[in-house]
């Protein structure tokens, strides 16, 4: 098959590059990879993907006692499972289902214990039983063990499905995981940062398959919220088992049936109109629409203790009250959202079971805006975006020691969104870079162009043994080998035309208008010069660990991961080709040997994936290139024009492509600025690496009563950031014109740039009363460096500390101080009561919400060129680069100088069940939140912070000189210090919000009803 055929691995699209006799190589060492596994499998704990692990002691009078029998029960459970300790007293349950379990430990003349213990995904929970000397046959059941949280070393939370319902927040995984300490959504769009790591850099599984889109990494909506059981998430002290991640891992599991049949159908009831208006006072009125979101689950047995199944489906369809940016013009944004989940569980025989699981997700939408705010409704476009995801799981028993799971699992995901046109001036971009908006045309290229495909795919092998001595304690040992892909098949055409227009809109008597001079006009050719051949970056793993409780008080855990990266970018090249090993170590010491305090230590390095942006950047298909040509045309609506003469948007855009082409059009090389072209602006000198960050904690937790608290300090440290460095000594290559560039290297680098996290992170609950239950969780942190790492518009970036260095080598291109999402303090903490009402219960659960202001800088950039008229007269010389840059960064204040406001929220959730009747419970859940309607702004993302300068919006940047007149003054960075008001000036408006979306979320009213059977 020639090289561009179109294969289909997993049924997904793809480049047949390999020959047989590769093919056949990749399968022999898949299959020694997998033989390897098995090998060393001699031990194994490890916390499962869907699945935690239950591990115990049975001693008489603090001695081990070898021989006892211990029995596991569950109803999410089918069968039981069974063991005997082993020499050291010490037994282990491993890839138990999530839920409450009974342990039972039986040893003839003795007296038998029942334990009732809770099993958490991710997580390990221990069941300890001390055995007496039976006097007359009776059973003495303990109800006292401690949570996951207390004997977990890894820093973790959990949070089930009841809790959720009860609690006033949303049910989605963004809405839970935000609830766990160590995570805020301070990431670009909201996203959710985890222990001070990029918002794309965390791992998001459920039922065990990795559901992060490509490209941004957060999770796709393959899930239905009344399915899920309960989610779990690691924010520090991860075990081996996990990878290519530097932030944390969030694991969810969806139910699976059981003997009962059981089911639910809920109808979730939300309106514009019950959500306040905040503070902004040009917000419009919301439209007055009830939207209704349905859900239904059902599962149970086929064959009891055999054969179970679970499905479940949602349907929503809802309009939205949104308005443009500055211009305010309302609009209604239409969603539907159509979902549907079939999950089996089967024992083949006892000892061996397969889980198989689908979903599917059908994401469509009008009116929908796409990559940056738009000031018209011209920009708004169609949405469409299918969704499926495939995985089989699979445990097997081979001896009460020994233990093998395996997982195969496939992610399919596509989409297109953007102008419905190529014309030329219906599809040219028009872009306002000082005002951060755009409009006139969509942005990207929606049912015209190729659909858009970020799909992923993966399998794993994994062994579980446990040992028991009498000497050197109980060794629970785990190994495994996995493979991961991500495959990404986009041509990513920035607009309709591949043009974009960049100048300042202009607003008159409620119209739109654009304004174009030679001091700040541009424009800007996206091509994409070959259509992509579908990327296929992967990562091959090993992972071993071992858990060795030694002794009572002293526990160990010794882990290391070996990840392998490769990739070919969407032309067919080889762009990454790497290795890393990531220790993982922690130690316990349990200060009374009792379970109920313990101290920590934890010590790990974890290296992310590379991502998929920077290792395709050289890539000649699929990537766009850029050009920017300065305007130097005549001014199309100068300030002052009278409204009758202004020229309107479809004129204005061809008068500038006749004067582009009166002056030779993308054969112009005079008045380029700035080029990227793949392949030929940058280059690879070597494989591109992850990036990869060390961690240290320590921590402690205590059981105390019916409740638990447990503190972990945290520090993180990155290394490896992606860079690109362009200087003299990189070199120049010759374009497909025959024309000399500037060439760059990508490549990952650390000296001088830094990002680091230091936390502390809290969380707790007691029970003050069977009907009363206090919880709640704190995080205190600081992230600082200065290496953002991604913006809103875009998904990775790259580091231009490197970067023409005679240009950009000045302090303030580059200071350290504190990074976007840096929160110094977070609290959840909630008060939950029921009330048995006779006919019903009444549940009340208030949660407090605070958080302290994210920061945002005075930054803007300046033309530092000698040569150039918005240039200082000492400016850079042109050392001999082929297009210096017209436009570098230069911060006017320290890195996160300015802050928005600290928000504090008290939401409520009253809810109520009803008796059952005939097995069947009506329900109804309601939440208002911010009661006390407060008003803070909240979202920097949201707020003014232009700052001008003599370069940008050259035109109209006054100084506030003698003359009131003066435009800003040009200055050199390296020698000059600007002033406020001669070198630059903030607008009046800055620090002020462009959009309700600046405020905290106002007084909102919502409502479930429905009926669980």
């Not at 859900?295 to 929503?316: K, N, P, Q, S, V």
């Not at 889980?355 to 920009?379: C, H, Q, T, W």
């Not at 069940?913 to 006390?932: K, M, S």
């Amino acid at each position: 098959m020639a090289r561009g055929t179109i294969r289909p691995p997993f049924g997904l699209p793809a480049v047949q590059r390999t020959t047989n006799r590769r093919k056949r190589m990749s399968i022999f060492h898949r299959s020694i990879l997998v033989f390897l596994a098995l090998l060393v499998t001699v031990t194994a704990f490890a916390q499962g993907l869907t699945t935690g692990t239950l591990i115990g002691t049975a001693t008489s009078e603090g001695n081990p006692l070898p021989g006892v029998s211990v029995t596991a029960s569950s109803s999410k459970l089918q069968g039981t499972r069974s063991t005997t300790t082993g020499d050291g007293g010490g037994f282990v349950f491993p890839a138990l289902p999530p839920g409450d379990y009974t342990v039972t430990f039986e040893l003839s003349g003795m007296q038998k214990i029942e334990k009732k213990v809770t099993i958490a995904v991710a997580q390990t929970s221990r069941a300890d039983a001390d055995l007496k000397v039976a006097a007359v046959s009776e059973a003495l059941i303990v109800t006292a063990a401690a949570p996951p949280a207390v004997e977990t070393v890894e820093i973790a939370t959990n949070f089930t499905r009841d809790e959720i319902n009860q609690l006033p927040t949303g049910r989605t995984i963004d809405d839970v995981t935000r609830l766990a300490p160590g995570v805020n959504e301070a990431g670009p769009n909201n996203q959710i940062v985890i222990s001070g790591a990029n918002s794309y850099d965390n791992l998001f599984l459920v039922d065990g398959v990795i559901v992060n889109e490509n490209l941004r990494g957060q999770p796709n909506p393959l899930y239905i919220e009344d399915a899920i059981q309960e989610t779990t998430v690691l924010s520090g002290g991860i075990s081996a088992e996990f990878g290519r991640f530097t932030g944390g891992v969030v694991s969810t599991i969806t139910k699976s049936g059981g003997n009962d049949f059981s089911g639910s159908i809920r109808d979730s009831l939300t309106n514009p109109n019950w959500t306040e208006k905040s503070a902004f006072t040009a917000q419009v009125d919301p439209i007055d629409d009830v939207n209704s979101s349905y859900e239904g689950t059902f599962g149970g047995r086929i064959i009891r203790d055999r054969l179970w199944f679970f499905a479940a489906g949602r349907y929503t369809k809802s309009d939205l009250s949104r308005q443009t940016t500055l211009t305010n013009i309302p609009y209604v944004f239409g969603s539907e959202d159509k979902r549907f989940e079939a999950k089996f569980t089967g024992q083949i025989t006892p000892k061996h079971s397969l889980v198989g699981a689908y979903i599917n997700s059908k994401d469509i939408r009008e009116n929908n805006v796409s990559g940056g705010r738009v000031v018209d409704l011209r920009s708004l476009a169609p949405f469409n975006r299918p969704r499926t995801l495939f995985s089989f799981n699979y445990n097997g028993i081979l001896t009460d020691k020994l233990l093998l799971e395996g997982q195969l699992s496939r992610m399919n995901d596509k989409f297109t969104n953007g102008a419905e046109t190529r014309d030329l001036i219906d599809g040219t971009l028009l872009v306002d870079d000082d005002a951060g908006v755009r409009g006139w045309s969509p942005t990207f290229c929606g049912s015209p162009c190729p659909a858009k495909q970020r799909n992923n795919r993966g399998w794993l092998a994994k062994g579980s043994y446990f040992l028991s001595t009498r000497s050197a304690g109980n060794h629970s040992l785990s190994s495994g080998v996995e493979e991961f892909r991500q495959l990404r098949n986009e041509n990513n055409f920035q607009s309709g035309s591949d043009f974009r227009i960049h100048g300042n809109f202009v607003f008159v008597n409620g119209q739109e208008f654009f304004t174009v001079t030679p001091d700040n006009g541009q424009i800007e050719w996206d091509p994409v010069p070959a259509l992509s051949q579908t990327s296929d970056f992967g990562t091959r793993s090993l992972f071993v660990n071992d858990r060795w409780d030694f002794t009572k008080h002293w526990s160990f855990n010794a882990g290391a991961r070996y990840d392998k990266a490769s990739g070919e970018d969407q032309a067919g090249h080889k762009t990454v080709d790497d290795s890393a090993i990531s220790p993982r170590l922690a130690a316990t010491y349990d200060l009374r040997g009792d379970g109920r305090q313990r101290f920590g230590a934890t010590y790990g390095k974890y290296v992310s994936k590379v991502d998929q942006g920077p290792a395709d950047n050289t890539a000649t298909a699929g990537r766009y290139a850029s050009y920017y040509w300065d305007y130097k045309g005549p001014i199309i609506n100068p300030t002052g024009t009278p409204t009758s003469q202004l020229v309107p948007m479809p004129e204005l855009i061809r008068q500038v492509f006749n004067w582009f082409n009166s002056v030779g059009g993308t054969n112009n090389t005079a008045l380029l600025n700035s080029v990227f072209i793949p392949g030929v602006t940058t280059r690879f000198d070597h494989s591109l690496k992850a990036p990869s960050m060390t961690e240290m904690t320590v921590g402690y937790a205590m059981q105390f009563g019916k409740g638990y608290m447990r503190v972990d300090a945290i520090h993180r440290d990155w290394t490896d950031f992606y860079v690109v460095r362009r200087s003299l000594a990189t070199g120049k290559a010759t374009g497909p014109d025959g024309d000399l560039f500037d060439q760059g290297v990508i490549e990952n680098a650390s000296a001088g740039l830094s990002r680091e996290y230091q936390g502390l992170q809290l969380q707790g609950n007691y029970r003050f009363a069977p009907a009363l239950l206090l919880g709640g969780n704190y995080t205190w942190s600081k992230l600082r460096g200065n290496v953002e790492g991604e913006q809103p518009s875009f998904a990775t970036t790259f580091t231009d500390f490197h970067n023409y260095p005679e240009y950009t080598d000045f302090e303030q291109n580059h200071p350290v101080g504190y990074l976007g999402p840096d929160m110094r303090h977070r609290t959840n903490i909630w008060l939950s009561y029921d009330h048995d009402l006779g006919f019903g219960r009444m549940n009340l659960t208030l949660l407090e919400r605070y958080h302290s202001a994210l920061s945002y800088s005075a930054v803007a950039t300046i033309d530092v060129r000698k040569t150039s008229s918005n240039g200082p007269a000492n400016g850079v010389v042109n050392p001999g680069y082929e297009v210096p840059p017209s436009s570098v960064t230069y911060y006017f204040s320290k890195r996160g100088a300015f802050r928005v406001d600290d928000i504090t929220s008290t939401d409520l959730g009253i809810n109520y069940y009803a008796p059952a009747f005939h097995g069947a419970r009506f329900f109804v859940e309601a939440d208002v939140l911010n009661l006390f309607s407060e008003e803070g702004i909240e979202d920097p993302d949201f707020v003014n912070k232009t700052v001008l300068t003599r370069r940008n919006n050259s035109s109209t940047a006054r100084c506030l000189q003698s003359d009131g007149t003066t435009r800003c003054l040009a200055f050199n960075p390296f020698t000059d210090k600007p002033v406020e008001g001669v070198h630059y000036r903030k607008s009046t408006a800055f620090g002020q919000p462009t959009s309700e979306l600046a405020y905290q979320t106002p007084r909102t009213y919502r409502i479930s009803i429905g009926l669980k059977f």
